[in-house]
């Protein structure tokens, strides 16, 4: 699964990192600010490391979805952006990183769509649902 998504990604991105795992041939960075805080805690640690690193934005994904589109940080289009339905895919400004690191701090509703909907981030929708797979049964499907 996370081989797909590195793929698809690889081609859209100056450089490829993986948050929370150890994989070959990727760079590590951990949670913040701490494990356990899911996938708000990986984009608070991508985000800190695009803004450590120089760059402007960060287009994330889930590990979970193989069939991201080759030209999805050309459709999201400007940072702040992620897909309807699928909010763990999207394109930020690594500004964020210190915002979301006081939210994470602060407040009790540490879900990806409530920083979604603090931010006021863009929704785009894609035009195809993408496969999300948690299931062997969704793996199963996706294959078909």
């Known amino acids: 699964m996370l081989s797909h ?10 450089a490829l990192i993986i948050v929370g795992h150890d994989w070959p041939g990727l760079v590590r960075v951990d949670d ?10 990986g ?4 985000l800190a490391y695009g803004a450590d690193a120089g760059f402007d934005a960060v ?6 979805l193989p069939s991201l589109p080759a030209d999805l940080r050309t459709r999201l289009g400007v940072p702040n952006t992620v897909v309807q339905g699928q ?9 964020l990183a210190q915002p979301l ?13 409530a920083w979604v909907h603090k ?6 929708v894609l035009g ?8 062997r049964a969704d793996l199963a499907a996706f294959r078909h």
């Open 43 to 46: 984009l608070a640690g991508a």
């Open 119 to 124: 931010t006021g981030a863009r929704r785009v």
């Open 59 to 64: 287009l994330t994904s889930g590990c979970d």
């Open 32 to 41: 913040r600010p701490l494990p356990g805080l899911g996938p708000l805690g």
């Open 128 to 135: 195809e649902e993408l496969a999300n797979i948690n299931t």
């Open 101 to 113: 690191a006081t939210w994470l701090a602060s407040e009790a509703d540490r879900s990806i769509r």
């Open 5 to 14: 998504v590195a793929e698809a990604l690889s081609r859209q991105c100056d």
């Open 87 to 95: 909010p763990t895919v999207g394109l930020w400004d690594c500004g």
